[in-house]
């Protein structure tokens, strides 16, 4: 059949009126066509916000907001026509065009930013862990199931081929089935255990220290806290398993399935009402599912790590700053922080098994997963109702870090806590569920 040129120019003029749906029609529909870039803002956009503005850099990105001009000045120079604001309220207030919101704060501003977002119809990306408090997970769980907007938790390892590859080898029973695990950090963390500085310098020039502070409680700035530093500070982080347990100890939760906890022990040393501890073992109890096992799992930090496995060759190091080690009936599975490389040990087992028969679809990546969503796409694979009950988990491991310091069992051993996954709460102590929650200071929305 010929096909003129003009003919050929004429069908994909028709194709194009087909494919590009205008922004007010999308607006009702409540998607984003492919066709169309996003117009994303940035809130935290120094350190780990540069970087995730980054990733999708392909996108519009035209607005950034920070209460640190210092800390943020790298994003304002990579993105000279993006609109610059200090409150994230007022950012979303005044740019009606803004699709999508990246937020890369301290943790005690994740929820609110966030759910303020998902009120407005934005799409959201979060980092981890995706709240400050158990409570506000489960606030933000429920409000993105409601809601048709595409939601993302910043673990990147969730996308990775790692996970997928440890959860074929499970299905497979090539280790047998799984009672242990064992997941630990020793990242160059904050400092920790220490008290709350007395001195008053003065905030430095360019910094909105009371807009830093946002929900939590007054007191003078200090550069013991930021940038960075905050993550030990409870009224602002989630120290060490806040931090690093929404990766490695999904590496288990995922492929294993393994829903809430049941109760949770903790052991610490050095923590105390304003910083997290200087080292700590944490045990989560998780029922067993369908015909899988109970599974107990161990999280270590501060140096703290478990029992070299005598099957991992000497000449082989256990992981790095963090790992993930499976306990089966007929073997283990060793891992590092985001997943990558799990390997059977010893190394001779592997070679006799070899990588698992592919089942499960392989991902994009992790930004993309998130951006397609956006579009119409698929839902990410961290999404919120996924993160929320991830960021649950290690918030009921500093519940019980905090609340053990307080109240020790029979021989000074820490209690374990009941937790009802249903109910939100813990049952044989109901004295700690006050640390489910904290108090916003005033002129800042509560959780409902």
Same mark, same amino acid.
């Given at each position: 059949?010929?096909?003129?040129?003009?003919?050929?120019?004429?069908? %994909?003029?028709?194709?194009?009126?087909?494919?590009?749906?205008?922004?007010?029609? +999308?607006?009702?529909?409540?998607?984003? @066509?492919?066709?169309?870039?996003?117009?994303?803002?940035?809130?935290?956009?120094?350190?780990?916000?540069?970087?995730?503005?980054?990733?999708?850099?392909?996108?519009?990105?035209?607005?950034?907001?920070?209460?640190?001009?210092?800390?943020?000045?790298?994003?304002?120079?990579?993105?000279?026509?993006?609109?610059?604001?200090?409150?994230?309220?007022?950012?979303?207030?005044?740019?009606?065009?803004?699709?999508?919101?990246?937020?890369?704060?301290?943790?005690?501003?994740?929820?609110?930013?966030?759910?303020?977002?998902?009120?407005?119809?934005?799409?959201?990306?979060?980092?981890? @862990?995706?709240?400050?408090?158990?409570?506000?997970?489960?606030?933000?769980?429920?409000?993105?199931?409601?809601?048709? +907007?595409?939601?993302?938790?910043?673990?990147?390892?969730?996308?990775?081929?790692?996970?997928?590859?440890?959860?074929?080898?499970?299905?497979?029973?090539?280790?047998?089935?799984?009672?242990?695990?064992?997941?630990?950090?020793? *990242?160059?963390?904050?400092?920790?255990?220490?008290?709350?500085?007395?001195?008053? @310098?003065?905030?430095?020039? %360019?910094?909105?220290?009371?807009?830093?502070?946002?929900?939590?409680?007054?007191?003078?700035?200090?550069?013991?806290?930021?940038?960075?530093?905050?993550?030990?500070?409870?009224?602002?982080?989630?120290?060490?398993?806040?931090?690093?347990?929404?990766?490695?100890?999904?590496?288990?939760?995922?492929?294993?399935?393994?829903?809430?906890?049941?109760?949770?022990?903790a052991y610490s040393t050095g923590c105390n009402d304003e910083t997290g501890p200087l080292a700590a073992i944490v045990y989560f109890e998780f029922p067993a599912r369908g015909d899988m096992p109970p599974v107990r799992l161990t999280w270590y930090e501060g140096g703290m790590m478990p029992p070299r496995p005598t099957e991992l060759e000497d000449?082989?190091?256990?992981?790095?700053?963090?790992?993930?080690?499976?306990?089966?009936?007929?073997?283990?599975?060793?891992?590092?922080?985001?997943?990558?490389?799990?390997?059977?040990?010893?190394?001779? *087992?592997?070679?006799?098994?070899?990588?698992?028969?592919?089942?499960?679809?392989?991902?994009?990546?992790?930004?993309?997963?998130?951006?397609?969503?956006?579009?119409?796409?698929?839902?990410?694979?961290?999404?919120?109702?996924?993160?929320?009950?991830?960021?649950?988990?290690?918030?009921? %491991?500093?519940?019980?870090?905090?609340?053990?310091?307080?109240?020790?069992?029979?021989?000074?051993?820490?209690?374990?806590?009941?937790?009802? %996954?249903?109910?939100?709460?813990?049952?044989?102590?109901?004295?700690?569920?006050?640390?489910?929650?904290?108090?916003?200071? *005033?002129?800042?929305?509560?959780?409902?």
């Open positions: 059949m010929s096909l003129t040129r003009r003919r050929f120019l004429g069908m %994909g003029a028709v194709a194009t009126a087909i494919s590009i749906v205008p922004r007010h029609v +999308v607006a009702r529909s409540g998607q984003t @066509p492919p066709s169309e870039k996003l117009n994303i803002a940035g809130v935290g956009v120094g350190g780990q916000g540069h970087s995730d503005l980054m990733s999708v850099s392909s996108e519009n990105i035209v607005a950034l907001c920070d209460v640190d001009d210092r800390h943020a000045a790298r994003a304002y120079r990579q993105w000279p026509r993006a609109k610059q604001h200090r409150d994230f309220r007022r950012m979303l207030e005044t740019q009606k065009e803004i699709d999508a919101v990246m937020v890369a704060t301290p943790d005690h501003l994740h929820f609110l930013i966030t759910m303020e977002a998902i009120k407005l119809g934005k799409h959201v990306y979060c980092q981890k @862990p995706l709240t400050h408090t158990v409570a506000e997970a489960r606030a933000l769980a429920q409000a993105a199931s409601q809601s048709k +907007v595409a939601t993302q938790m910043g673990n990147q390892g969730n996308a990775g081929e790692g996970v997928r590859l440890i959860q074929e080898w499970i299905e497979d029973g090539a280790i047998g089935k799984v009672r242990e695990v064992h997941c630990w950090t020793n *990242k160059p963390e904050c400092p920790s255990g220490i008290a709350r500085p007395k001195e008053t @310098p003065p905030v430095p020039a %360019g910094l909105d220290w009371d807009l830093w502070l946002g929900p939590a409680p007054q007191r003078p700035f200090h550069p013991a806290y930021l940038p960075f530093k905050w993550r030990s500070w409870w009224d602002f982080g989630s120290s060490s398993l806040g931090d690093m347990g929404c990766h490695v100890i999904n590496n288990a939760w995922r492929p294993l399935q393994l829903g809430r906890p049941t109760s949770i022990e000449y082989r190091r256990m992981g790095d700053n963090e790992g993930t080690l499976f306990v089966g009936e007929r073997g283990k599975i060793l891992c590092c922080c985001y997943g990558q490389s799990p390997r059977i040990i010893p190394e001779s *087992k592997m070679q006799s098994i070899g990588r698992p028969r592919q089942r499960l679809a392989r991902s994009p990546g992790h930004y993309q997963e998130w951006i397609s969503a956006c579009k119409g796409g698929q839902k990410p694979g961290s999404h919120f109702e996924h993160a929320a009950v991830l960021t649950e988990i290690v918030q009921l %491991g500093n519940v019980a870090i905090r609340f053990g310091r307080h109240r020790a069992g029979e021989n000074g051993h820490p209690v374990k806590l009941l937790w009802d %996954g249903v109910a939100g709460k813990v049952t044989n102590l109901p004295e700690a569920n006050r640390y489910l929650q904290t108090e916003y200071r *005033k002129g800042w929305e509560a959780v409902s």
